[in-house]
DNA sequence: CCTTGGCGTTAGTTGACCCTAATGCTGAGC
DNA sequence: GCTCAGCATTAGGGTCAACTAACGCCAAGG
């Protein structure tokens, strides 16, 4: 079987997979668990020896069908119980990514489908990231629109909001930034920064920020 | 931090001492955990280090203050677990143990919290089994009796079901003999079996299944 | 084309948790 | 009081997943 730490990293490969170009570097990986680059290799030899990826010498790693497969497990796991502690055991939807980032390890099949059936077999977590399916199709890799892209005058509907920071989650959640959301840009600083309203209020945000922010159109969102 | 593995031996150290009279021996310990006596042997220098539980050469392990905390929680997480999955996501009741079983080192204190004001502080868990308070206090350590040790024309009520054989409990429950049931004793055979009327259908057990069935008097259960 | 800095891999170490084999203790029966 | 069986501990090893230190590759700049 799979250790945690295995999950985690062909989580992190898939993650890093999707938003970069080529294959992922074992540095980046590294960077990313926040482990050094030795730890991160040799992990890569175990997971190429059983089959989850597929490296080239000094060239980057790749998820196999099998190592997208278990990504895609964990990922379902983590978002369905993100979605079940904050709708029915009422966690506040900014604090729920530690608890489902642990369990998403250790819940049985069987969990995963009464939780699913228990929430209506849901399509979005509460941050709008997709939930894969239970047959664990490939999710859709297009990269979709983020605030940062969008200029003064903008209108557009927040779609996902990045789940990665806990204090950045809760503190847009404060200021209202959260799915479903209707945000106008006012003002693009160039220093790196953008001001929106949001539900009459006006709230500034850095780059790095608005960058994790992906929105739809107000058109979009009327469907 | 405690791993898994500590939690599970300070779990099995209590009920060891719970049932026995005198400290844990090293050998029933590695029955229990299905390990051998030197693994069982050196686990314990471990936790009599970090202050878990005292030992005297040759002579058997106690708790200390501090393992029998440990061993309350993991028992209450466990107990919260079980009670959770059969009452809100609709697990059958003989099925739940294995995943109370791993989930119970994982979650946090938090999702304690959730889950047992989900259940309106439930006391006891779907087994009949007491469920350690938020607090932790000592559960009361007297015996009870047994379904075994009742006679012929006796009339009582299942509380307790032992949970440690999934199968059984299966098989258990099937019959009906679930807690709060009440059961009449028929018959008492002298090669290790009883007879026993439950819902009005006749059933024969086996004294090592008695055993682990812990019964209350009709009067008592009135109460 | 050769150096050099950065990244990747290899080698060796540690800690947790398991094993088997050998040795040490203890108490019950002679 | 001695023996010996049974249990406990010690010794020695293995695996897994992390680490640090050392070494190898490679591409960009001189
Ligand atoms: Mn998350
Ligand atoms: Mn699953
Ligand atoms: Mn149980
Ligand atoms: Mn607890």
């Known amino acids: 079987m799979l250790s945690a730490k295995m999950e985690d990293y062909l989580k992190a490969i898939y993650r890093?997979?999707?938003?970069?170009?080529g294959p992922v570097t074992t540095s980046a990986l590294a960077d990313a668990l926040d482990v050094t680059s030795p730890t991160a290799s040799s992990m890569l030899d175990t997971l190429e020896e059983r089959g989850f990826v597929e490296r080239e010498k000094y060239q980057g790693t790749r998820l196999t069908r099998d190592g997208e497969t278990v990504a895609l497990?964990?990922?379902?796991?983590?978002?369905?119980?993100?979605?079940y502690l904050t709708e029915q055991l009422g966690f506040d939807w900014t604090e729920v990514h530690d608890e489902a980032d642990r369990l998403e390890h250790h819940i049985s099949e069987e969990f995963e489908r009464r939780v699913a059936a228990a929430l209506d077999d849901p399509v979005v977590d509460p941050h709008g990231d997709p939930i894969p399916s239970e047959t664990l199709e490939p999710l859709d890799g297009t990269p979709g629109i983020t605030l940062?892209?969008?200029e003064p005058g903008d209108v557009v509907v927040v779609e996902r909001v990045s789940d990665r920071d806990p204090e950045e989650l809760s503190y847009?959640?404060?200021?209202?930034?959260?799915?479903?959301q209707r945000v106008e840009v006012l003002d693009v600083a160039p220093i790196g920064m953008m001001?929106?309203?949001v539900d009459g209020d006006e709230v500034s945000l850095p780059d790095r920020v608005t960058e994790m922010i992906q929105v739809i159109t107000v058109e979009e969102a009327e469907l």
Chains 1, 2 share one sequence.
Do not use: C, F, M, Y
Not at 73 to 83: A, G, P, Q, W, Y
Not at 172 to 180: E, H, V, Y
């Open 73 to 83: 497990e964990v990922i379902r796991h983590h978002r369905l119980l993100e979605t």
């Open 172 to 180: 847009l959640s404060k200021q209202g930034i959260t799915p479903d």
């Open 195 to 197: 001001t929106v309203r």
């Open 16 to 21: 890093l997979q999707r938003d970069g170009d």
């Open 148 to 150: 940062a892209e969008q």
